[in-house]
């Protein structure tokens, strides 16, 4: 993976781009640090489908299951323990 500076990518963006497509993802880095990475797009595609929603996004989105059953608290019995003397 070939690392750019982001002027260098910003003044080489057509060079930056053929890059990323012909030789694949492409480091950026601000004032020395990683900052982001380039990827061509059937990467990004191929990492979008094999990423899973979190519970609290499936639970909060527009489709999630209303009518879940959640049983009463307090209504398990407990096991008595036992004193070791």
Do not use: Y
Request: proline content about 6%; charged content about 25%.
């Amino acid at each position: 993976m070939q690392t750019w500076s982001v002027q260098d990518a910003k003044a080489r963006f057509s060079e930056f781009l053929d890059a990323c497509i012909s030789e694949g993802p492409q480091m950026v880095t601000k004032r020395g640090a990683e900052a982001a990475v380039l990827v061509p797009v059937d990467v990004w595609r191929r990492l979008q489908a094999a990423a899973r929603p979190s519970l609290k996004t499936l639970l909060l989105s527009d489709n999630a299951p209303i009518d879940l059953t959640i049983p009463a608290r307090g209504n398990a019995r407990r096991r008595k323990t036992q004193v070791l003397e």
